[in-house]
């Protein structure tokens, strides 16, 4: 094949520099800051402050820091923790991302808008002798999904929408059967996921006929008893989504599937006039699809997401889910038994 | 938003020159050669001739010139009408590409590999003064799917594989119906497609997260009687590409869609062990999935590829098949009452 290198290398998604000052924007809304939340919960130790415009809303907890300050106590990346619909970069943030640069700051992205386009970002690192790392860049030479069946066990996380806690769930469940002395591997397949595990593939991010191909590579052959538990994304039932998450579903060839779910959640994320699915057609429609590449495909439980629920309200709905579609239900946040019961369910 | 030309500006995708010498590769499977299939069958007047290299054993049935012959003759352009599996150039195309550029002509390709990212391509061109052309660039600055409900009228083909006819019977649909003073618009979303409309997006080529919002761009908001004839890419129960078909079939949001299939294969094509889904399952998943963004959709009818059939036995699986699925069953290419009432159909 004549395949030559493109103009702009792929760029690094490995060793990024922290600790982190994590970027907010003007997020007024929790799902459009799932990385900088995510990164706050499953990567603590590299998480140092928050920056964010007066206009933001939404709050790590961390410390409130300027680039400047944060450099001082020992930052080494600010990370843009906070995507819009689409991916872009407002004009907005760019005073903010130059003086992270001027403070000595890499800068890391993992939207559509790569920070390499920007021709001020590659000046001013340039100058700072900083670096721009994009972690949705995807490796190149993708394959073509073959649909060829690989050895080792596969878990998927699905949704009845997007941002409601696929990754969370995945992160949950690897690290608790990993607990128990499973074999279990932690798969990103977006962009906060790698930051946390240090790899993986922004699924949404390839082109569409190489989709489930990247999907194949993210969960390669593995020993018989392996377990990869694959980040999900978007839902089957999201209009602009759909087909990434199904791209996903093919290449994964899972053998198990778990279904997140947000009680509290009625409208389907950025698409007005769209009703977040009940998790019975999530199941259906997950299996009725999935099973062309996996046909022992089955459901493994529920992971619910009771943020913002008083406890006995959370309790009270899992346990009642658990009875209405007699599968294993938790919040993996919660954890306690509901969560170790979902776990068994995973590891049988 | 911060979002700057790339370095590379979006080539064009009208204004091809013709005529066309249509190159064949080393094509035996006449489903890898559709582009020039395609483009002999509904572009007859831009084909001047063909060009293969030895091991080739599909034809078009135009004369075989050189590209310097053709250049003689009158040819403009030589068009790769050969597709492998994963869109690349082998080495072994390349003596007869440079020697087209170096006849004087355009290269035109609809490719992924694109013409414009290979060195020697670009050198011979400059060269030349001839020009590289790769349909398969999508436009920039795609949306997202919004999901939201346009004007007009749409229908979609799908299939039950890909290369089985979804393109053909969205050019013979459009064209009957508009043959009858119907106001109806072939909209292309592959690279022959494009060739022969002059415009259209390669929905496989664009990155995933964009795909439904590429589709929605397509087929625009009308006026409520005109109807678009969206030509499908792929099939649901394809293990490599049934994200581009969910894509493009959530981005349409077909009222009415027609089923295309081909009896005599068995096989999914590129992807050993699967196959091919009986038309049942494809109308039942197509809906199942497809009602999500228009809740109205319905099957309007099938169409049969019956080519290599003798006429009797042809006839015979039309009427069968409209038999069995109580549904309006033609072979476009046949034509005839079946496929008038086919049409009727499309325009109810």
Redesign the interface.
Known sequence: ????A???PPRAVHALAAPYLLFLGDATEPGFAKTALGLRDWAADKCLAEHALPAATVSTGLPRMTPANAAAAGARAMVIGVAN???????AW?PELLAAVEAGLDLVAGL??RLG???ALREAVARAGTRLVDVREPPPAL??????KRTGRRLLTVGTDCALGKKYTALAIARGLRARGHDATFRASGQTGIMIAGEGIA???????F???AAELLSPANAPTHLDVIEGQGS??H??????S??LL?GSQPDLFVVCHQPTRAQIL?????GVPSIEAVIE?TI??GR??NPAIRCAGVSLNTAGMAAEEAAAEIAHTAERLGLQTADPIRGGDAFERLLDACAA
Chains 1, 2 share one sequence.
Do not use: C, K, N, W
């Not at 619909?85 to 004009?91: H, L, M, R, T």
């Open positions: 094949m004549v395949r030559e493109s103009a702009s619909q689409g991916g872009v970069i407002p004009a760019m559509h808008t386009d920007i021709a394959p073509i999904a073959t649909g060829a699924i949404d991010a390839v082109v569409a006929d989709a489930a191909g089957l039932f209009p602009s989504y759909a087909a990434v199904l791209a093919h950025g698409t007005p006039g769209y429609q009725a699809v062309l590449t």
